[in-house]
């Protein structure tokens, strides 16, 4: 137990510290060596460990353990859809269905799902108010047709995604056993903190990228050689690449997010009108993080949404 207590210390200490508010109450001190977390949060995770452990199956010891790793197994992902995908691998392990899914105007669309013959799957569209809180899918305000594809299958919950603190979508579960609930109410939380900060996170890589590209001899030499950089090339000067990945990131943030009004804009034209709040949200994000209009110029965005919303057309815009 000494060993087990030291990995859920550490690993609460790394990753999830906002995420266990929820566990906290009035207990008693709990006295654990060399550890930060609070003796409440450690308790919970304790008490939950010893109700629902199944000795033959271990799942919740197991799963604690994989969100130990998650800080490894994220640190380099800096795409959405890959992000999604491990998401889904992670809790495809431990739950026997997992659907992750988009709020989109009045409804949310299956973004992806685990492969399963009845239970929701990519594509699907549910007509649903966005919602922010945990629930059994019974109290939830998803539509009958759903509620009736999970009867009589105990341990469905939705558990709602946000980013930048606001309802972005929920993800659908069946867990494998009750217990399991905390560590997908974990592992969602670290998915919606990890999506909001995605675009920090691929500015930093990208910082790091160019500095060391700006240090290698073949970069000095051009640099002194009196090389200018240029949109269609990215260039030798990190801050124009970094605008550039930064705005085709939004661009492509924009299109995630807003699938039917972008499909119909495709269709129909007139994209900057029907994705207006998102693209001025956008672009001001894009303005605060690069505030010098001169040396970056407002066609870097222009062109993101152009290549990545618009596929190329800019007539459609």
């Given at each position: 137990?000494?060993?087990?207590?030291?990995?859920?210390?550490?690993?609460?200490?790394?990753?999830?510290?906002?995420?266990?508010?929820?566990?906290?109450?009035?207990?008693?001190?709990?006295?654990?060596?060399?550890?930060?977390?609070?003796?409440?949060?450690?308790?919970?995770?304790?008490?939950?460990?010893?109700?629902?452990e199944?000795?033959?199956?271990?799942?919740?010891?197991?799963?604690?353990?994989?969100?130990?790793?998650?800080e490894?197994?994220?640190a380099?992902?800096?795409?959405?859809?890959?992000?999604i995908?491990?998401?889904?691998?992670?809790?495809?392990?431990?739950?026997?269905?997992?659907?992750?899914?988009?709020?989109?105007?009045?409804?949310?669309?299956?973004?992806?799902?685990?492969?399963?013959?009845?239970?929701?799957?990519?594509?699907?569209?549910?007509?649903?108010?966005?919602?922010?809180?945990?629930?059994?899918?019974?109290?939830?305000?998803?539509p009958?047709?759903?509620?009736?594809?999970?009867?009589?299958?105990?341990?469905?919950?939705?558990?709602p995604?946000?980013?930048?603190?606001?309802?972005?979508?929920?993800?659908?579960?069946?867990?494998?056993?009750?217990?399991?609930?905390?560590?997908?109410?974990?592992?969602?939380?670290?998915?919606?903190?990890e999506?909001?900060l995605?675009?920090?996170?691929?500015?930093?890589?990208?910082?790091?990228?160019?500095?060391a590209?700006d240090?290698?001899?073949?970069?000095?030499?051009?640099?002194?050689?009196?090389?200018?950089?240029?949109?269609?090339?990215?260039?030798?000067?990190?801050?124009?690449?970094?605008a550039?990945?930064?705005?085709?990131?939004?661009?492509?943030?924009?299109?995630?997010?807003?699938?039917?009004?972008?499909?119909?804009?495709?269709?129909?034209?007139?994209?900057?009108?029907l994705?207006?709040?998102?693209?001025e949200?956008?672009?001001?994000?894009?303005?605060?993080?690069?505030?010098?209009?001169?040396?970056?110029?407002?066609?870097?965005?222009?062109?993101?949404?152009?290549q990545?919303?618009a596929?190329?057309?800019?007539?459609?815009?």
């Open positions: 137990m000494n060993e087990l207590v030291e990995l859920l210390a550490n690993f609460i200490n790394t990753k999830i510290e906002q995420s266990l508010q929820d566990f906290k109450k009035e207990i008693s001190e709990v006295p654990v060596k060399s550890q930060g977390v609070s003796s409440e949060e450690l308790e919970r995770m304790l008490e939950v460990l010893n109700q629902h199944e000795p033959e199956k271990g799942y919740l010891v197991e799963a604690m353990a994989r969100l130990g790793g998650i490894e197994e994220w380099g992902i800096s795409d959405q859809v890959n992000l995908e491990s998401f889904l691998k992670i809790c495809g392990d431990f739950c026997d269905y997992n659907g992750f899914f988009i709020f989109k105007g009045d409804g949310a669309s299956c973004y992806d799902a685990t492969s399963h013959k009845v239970f929701p799957q990519k594509g699907m569209v549910v007509q649903v108010e966005r919602f922010d809180r945990v629930m059994a899918l019974a109290d939830s305000p998803l009958g047709e759903i509620k009736d594809q999970f009867k009589e299958i105990s341990d469905v919950y939705v558990l995604l946000t980013l930048k603190f606001k309802p972005a979508g929920f993800v659908l579960t069946v867990l494998s056993e009750s217990g399991l609930l905390d560590f997908m109410k974990t592992v969602v939380s670290l998915m919606s903190r999506l909001t995605m675009p920090y996170k691929a500015k930093a890589l990208l910082a790091k990228t160019a500095a590209r240090s290698s001899p073949s970069v000095q030499s051009k640099a002194s050689s009196g090389s200018r950089a240029s949109i269609s090339s990215i260039g030798m000067e990190s801050p124009l690449e970094r550039i990945r930064y705005a085709k990131l939004l661009a492509s943030e924009i299109k995630l997010y807003n699938e039917k009004a972008v499909a119909r804009g495709l269709q129909e034209g007139g994209l900057r009108k994705l207006s709040v998102d693209i949200r956008s672009f001001n994000s894009f303005r605060e993080r690069f505030p010098n209009s001169e040396e970056i110029p407002d066609r870097i965005f222009d062109e993101a949404l152009i990545y919303v596929n190329g057309n800019a007539d459609l815009m």
